[in-house]
C-alpha cells in the first residue's frame, strides 16, 4: 500500500470510531433521582439518559453515568421524583383553551353569580358580539330558589342585563346551555320552535322557553353562533389562541400528550398546521368526530395524512351514543330515580351508530363511543359483538360511568378498553345517588376495581374543560374517591392502587391511543417525554397527591417548562 493511501485509511478509520464515540455518548443524563420507568416491572432507578429525543439507557448512577461525554448535559436530580410525562386520554383541547379565554363558570355557586359575571362581561364586550361561557352545574349550587322548572334557571334575569348581546353559557358536562333572549332570537327559536330529535328545547308547563337546550337542540343556538362564518385565516387565527391557552395550561401540570376527544376536519387541519409551525409543541391524537351525515363521509379521509407523525395523528373516530347523567341524558336501563319519566337520550340513531362501525371495522380505524348510561354501554357492547370487531382495533368507550355487572367481563372478551375520568366520579358524587338511587349507584356507578379485575384495560383522562385538566387531583380522585373540598367518598371499595393510577395516565394511556411502541414509558428507545415532581407519587401521603407541583417538564428530551 502506497504511504498517502496508507495515511488516508488511517484518518478515515480514526473519523470512522470517534464518531462511534461520539455516538454512544447521551445528550442528557438526569442522575441521583427516584425515576419511575412505567415499564412492564414498574422498575424504579436512579437515573436515564437521553440521545437525539429518545431514552437510550434507564438504571443505576454508575452504569448511566458511564454514557456521559463531554458535550453532555448532567442535571443532578437530588432525589427528586421523574416519571413518564402525562398523558390525558380525553381532553377537548381548544374547548378548554375557548373555556380559559371566556367566562369561567365550573365554581360558580348560583344563578345570581352567574348573572352578574355576564353583566359584567357585557360591559366590555362590543354591542352584538356574542358573550360564552362554560361550567355552570345547577346540581352544585348553595340555592336552589333559581331553579323554578325541571331543575332549570329561566333566561330572565340573564336576558335582562344582556339586552343587546346574545349570550350562550354551556352546562358543565357539555350536555346542555343556557340562551338569552338576544341568542334566541338570533337562532330564530321561538315558543313553536319544535324540539329536535334526540334534543329538547325546555319549555314550561305553559309553553314559554326557559332558554334551556339539551342535547342535539343545542345545535340551534351553537348554529346561530357559528354562522358568522370566518375566514380560513381568521379561524385559524382563534383556534391559535385558543390552543396556545390549552398548551400553557397543559404544560404547567406536566401534560406532554393530549387525546383531542373529538374534532372536525377543518380544526384538524389547523391543528396540523399548528403543528407544524410548532405553536403547538406538546403531542397531540385527535378523533374525528362532526354531524352525523359528514362524519360517514370522512371517515374515508382517515388516517390523517400527517406530515409529524409523532407529535399529530388523527386515526379515531368519535360518536355520541348518549348523553350525561347530570342534565338526564344517559341512557338508563331502568328510569331516573329522580325524575321516573326519563330514560334518558340515545342522541344517535342505532342504524348509525351500525353504519359507523361497520365503517370503521372495514378502514381498520379505532372508535372511540360516547357511553355514559348503562344502556348506552350495553348497546355499544352489543354491537361490536354483532359485528365481530376485532378485540386489536383497541375499540374505546368513552366515560364508561354507569354498567350493569354482565356487562363488565364483556369489556375485557371484547378488548373493549374503558376510558374513565376518575375525577368525574368525585365530582358527580353528590348527584349520582340522587339521580340512581343508593343502591344502583353502589351497584353500577364508576367501576374501575371491577373492570380491573376482569382484566379490562383503562384509560383516564379529564374530559377538560369539563373537569380542570389538573392530573393530581384526578389521580388524587383515582386512589381515594373523595372529594377535595368535603372529604366526601364515593364507593370506596371501587378505586384503584396507587400504580394502577400511574399506569392509567401514562403506559396505558399510550395504549389506548396506539402509542405504547414509542410513549408512556422511560425504556430505550422511546421518546423521552418525562416530568420531574415535587412529590414522590409512589409514597407520598393520599393528601399530598393535589398539592404536587411540577418542576420542570421535557418534550423528546427538550425542555419546556
Ligand atoms: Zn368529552
Same mark, same amino acid.
Request: hydrophobic fraction near 40%; charged fraction near 25%.
Given at each position: 500500500? #502506497?504511504?498517502?493511501?496508507?495515511?488516508?485509511?488511517?484518518?478515515?478509520?480514526?473519523?470512522?470510531?470517534?464518531?462511534?464515540?461520539?455516538?454512544?455518548n447521551a445528550d442528557l443524563i438526569l442522575i441521583n433521582g427516584?425515576i419511575?420507568?412505567?415499564?412492564?416491572?414498574?422498575?424504579?432507578v436512579q437515573a436515564i439518559a437521553v440521545k437525539?429525543?429518545?431514552i437510550v439507557a434507564a438504571g443505576s448512577n454508575i452504569n448511566i453515568q458511564g454514557l456521559a461525554g463531554?458535550q453532555t448535559q448532567i442535571i443532578d436530580l437530588?432525589?427528586?421524583?421523574l416519571?413518564?410525562?402525562?398523558?390525558?386520554?380525553?381532553?377537548?383541547?381548544?374547548?378548554?383553551?375557548?373555556?380559559?379565554?371566556?367566562?369561567?363558570?365550573?365554581?360558580?355557586?348560583?344563578?345570581?353569580?352567574?348573572? /352578574?359575571?355576564?353583566?359584567?362581561?357585557?360591559?366590555?364586550?362590543?354591542?352584538?358580539?356574542?358573550?360564552?361561557?362554560?361550567?355552570?352545574? #345547577?346540581?352544585?349550587? &348553595?340555592?336552589?330558589?333559581?331553579?323554578?322548572?325541571?331543575?332549570?334557571?329561566?333566561?330572565?334575569?340573564?336576558?335582562?342585563?344582556?339586552?343587546?348581546?346574545?349570550?350562550?353559557?354551556?352546562?358543565?358536562?357539555?350536555?346542555?346551555?343556557?340562551?338569552?333572549?338576544?341568542?334566541?332570537?338570533?337562532? &330564530?327559536?321561538?315558543?313553536?320552535?319544535?324540539?329536535?330529535?334526540?334534543?329538547?328545547?325546555?319549555?314550561?308547563?305553559?309553553?314559554?322557553?326557559?332558554?334551556?337546550?339539551?342535547?342535539?337542540?343545542?345545535?340551534?343556538?351553537? &348554529?346561530?353562533?357559528?354562522?358568522?362564518?370566518?375566514?380560513?385565516?381568521?379561524?385559524?387565527?382563534?383556534?391559535?389562541?385558543?390552543?396556545?391557552?390549552?398548551?400553557?395550561?397543559?404544560? #404547567?401540570?406536566?401534560?406532554?400528550?393530549?387525546?383531542?376527544?373529538?374534532?372536525?376536519?377543518?380544526?384538524?387541519?389547523?391543528?396540523?398546521?399548528?403543528?407544524?409551525?410548532?405553536?403547538?409543541?406538546?403531542?397531540?391524537?385527535?378523533?374525528?368526530?362532526?354531524?352525523?351525515?359528514?362524519?360517514?363521509?370522512?371517515?374515508?379521509?382517515?388516517?390523517?395524512?400527517?406530515?409529524?407523525?409523532?407529535?399529530?395523528?388523527?386515526?379515531?373516530?368519535?360518536?355520541?351514543?348518549?348523553?350525561?347523567?347530570?342534565?338526564?341524558?344517559?341512557?338508563?336501563?331502568?328510569?331516573?330515580?329522580?325524575?321516573?319519566?326519563?330514560?334518558?337520550?340515545?342522541?344517535?340513531?342505532?342504524?348509525?351508530?351500525?353504519?359507523?362501525?361497520?365503517?370503521?371495522?372495514?378502514?381498520?380505524?379505532?372508535?372511540?363511543?360516547?357511553?355514559?348510561?348503562?344502556?348506552?354501554?350495553?348497546?355499544?357492547?352489543?354491537?361490536?359483538?354483532?359485528? #365481530?370487531?376485532?378485540?386489536?382495533?383497541?375499540?374505546?368507550?368513552?366515560?364508561?360511568?354507569?354498567?350493569?355487572?354482565?356487562?363488565?367481563?364483556?369489556?375485557?372478551?371484547?378488548?373493549?378498553?374503558?376510558?374513565?375520568?376518575?375525577?368525574?366520579?368525585? /365530582?358527580?358524587?353528590?348527584?349520582?345517588?340522587?339521580?340512581?338511587?343508593?343502591?344502583?349507584?353502589?351497584?353500577?356507578?364508576?367501576?374501575?376495581?371491577?373492570?380491573?379485575?376482569?382484566?379490562?384495560?383503562?384509560?383516564?383522562?379529564?374530559?377538560?374543560?369539563?373537569?380542570?385538566?389538573?392530573?393530581?387531583?384526578?389521580?388524587?380522585?383515582?386512589?381515594?374517591?373523595?372529594?377535595?373540598?368535603?372529604?366526601?367518598?364515593?364507593?370506596?371499595?371501587?378505586?384503584?392502587?396507587?400504580?394502577?393510577?400511574?399506569?392509567?395516565?401514562?403506559?396505558?394511556?399510550?395504549?389506548?391511543?396506539?402509542?405504547?411502541?414509542?410513549?408512556?414509558?422511560?425504556?430505550?428507545?422511546?421518546?423521552a417525554?418525562?416530568?420531574?415532581?415535587?412529590?414522590?407519587?409512589?409514597?407520598?401521603?393520599?393528601?399530598?397527591?393535589?398539592?404536587?407541583?411540577?418542576?420542570?417538564?421535557?418534550?423528546?428530551g427538550?425542555?419546556?417548562?
Amino acid at each position: 500500500m #502506497q504511504d498517502s493511501k496508507f495515511k488516508l485509511l488511517v484518518v478515515i478509520i480514526f473519523a470512522f470510531l470517534s464518531s462511534c464515540k461520539i455516538k454512544e455518548n447521551a445528550d442528557l443524563i438526569l442522575i441521583n433521582g427516584t425515576i419511575y420507568t412505567a415499564d412492564s416491572k414498574n422498575s424504579v432507578v436512579q437515573a436515564i439518559a437521553v440521545k437525539e429525543g429518545k431514552i437510550v439507557a434507564a438504571g443505576s448512577n454508575i452504569n448511566i453515568q458511564g454514557l456521559a461525554g463531554d458535550q453532555t448535559q448532567i442535571i443532578d436530580l437530588a432525589g427528586d421524583f421523574l416519571m413518564p410525562g402525562l398523558i390525558d386520554a380525553h381532553a377537548h383541547f381548544t374547548s378548554l383553551g375557548k373555556s380559559l379565554i371566556n367566562i369561567n363558570l365550573l365554581d360558580s355557586k348560583n344563578w345570581e353569580e352567574i348573572v /352578574s359575571l355576564v353583566e359584567q362581561k357585557a360591559k366590555e364586550t362590543p354591542k352584538a358580539e356574542w358573550i360564552e361561557g362554560r361550567g355552570w352545574h #345547577q346540581d352544585k349550587w &348553595n340555592s336552589n330558589t333559581d331553579l323554578r322548572f325541571d331543575g332549570y334557571p329561566y333566561h330572565d334575569l340573564l336576558s335582562a342585563v344582556s339586552p343587546d348581546h346574545p349570550v350562550v353559557l354551556t352546562h358543565a358536562s357539555g350536555h346542555a346551555l343556557i340562551a338569552n333572549s338576544k341568542a334566541m332570537e338570533m337562532a &330564530n327559536i321561538s315558543a313553536e320552535t319544535a324540539s329536535p330529535s334526540g334534543g329538547r328545547i325546555v319549555k314550561d308547563a305553559n309553553n314559554r322557553l326557559t332558554g334551556v337546550f339539551e342535547e342535539n337542540a343545542m345545535d340551534l343556538i351553537t &348554529n346561530a353562533l357559528n354562522s358568522k362564518t370566518l375566514s380560513k385565516e381568521k379561524s385559524l387565527q382563534r383556534t391559535k389562541n385558543y390552543a396556545l391557552k390549552a398548551q400553557q395550561e397543559a404544560l #404547567q401540570y406536566g401534560i406532554t400528550c393530549l387525546q383531542d376527544a373529538g374534532a372536525d376536519f377543518q380544526l384538524l387541519e389547523e391543528l396540523h398546521q399548528l403543528i407544524l409551525d410548532s405553536s403547538i409543541k406538546i403531542r397531540i391524537e385527535a378523533m374525528l368526530f362532526d354531524n352525523n351525515d359528514r362524519l360517514l363521509k370522512e371517515i374515508n379521509r382517515l388516517p390523517f395524512p400527517t406530515q409529524k407523525p409523532d407529535f399529530f395523528n388523527a386515526r379515531q373516530v368519535k360518536l355520541y351514543l348518549d348523553g350525561a347523567l347530570g342534565s338526564y341524558g344517559a341512557w338508563l336501563l331502568q328510569a331516573y330515580s329522580d325524575n321516573p319519566k326519563m330514560l334518558g337520550q340515545n342522541t344517535l340513531p342505532l342504524t348509525t351508530l351500525d353504519s359507523v362501525i361497520k365503517a370503521c371495522k372495514a378502514k381498520q380505524l379505532q372508535l372511540c363511543v360516547h357511553a355514559i348510561g348503562d344502556r348506552g354501554n350495553r348497546e355499544v357492547l352489543d354491537y361490536i359483538e354483532k359485528n #365481530q370487531v376485532p378485540p386489536q382495533l383497541r375499540w374505546r368507550i368513552e366515560h364508561a360511568q354507569h354498567i350493569d355487572s354482565m356487562d363488565i367481563p364483556r369489556f375485557a372478551k371484547l378488548g373493549v378498553i374503558a376510558s374513565v375520568q376518575t375525577l368525574h366520579c368525585t /365530582s358527580d358524587a353528590p348527584f349520582v345517588i340522587k339521580r340512581l338511587g343508593r343502591s344502583r349507584g353502589a351497584k353500577t356507578s364508576y367501576r374501575w376495581r371491577d373492570l380491573l379485575n376482569a382484566d379490562a384495560k383503562i384509560a383516564n383522562g379529564t374530559d377538560a374543560p369539563v373537569e380542570k385538566i389538573n392530573p393530581f387531583e384526578n389521580l388524587y380522585a383515582a386512589v381515594t374517591r373523595k372529594r377535595l373540598d368535603n372529604g366526601l367518598e364515593f364507593f370506596p371499595e371501587q378505586k384503584m392502587t396507587r400504580i394502577e393510577a400511574l399506569r392509567a395516565y401514562t403506559i396505558w394511556n399510550a395504549y389506548a391511543m396506539n402509542r405504547e411502541k414509542d410513549l408512556g414509558s422511560l425504556e430505550f428507545n422511546k421518546w423521552a417525554d418525562f416530568i420531574i415532581l415535587d412529590h414522590n407519587l409512589l409514597s407520598c401521603e393520599d393528601s399530598e397527591i393535589p398539592k404536587t407541583k411540577v418542576k420542570a417538564c421535557f418534550i423528546a428530551g427538550k425542555k419546556m417548562n
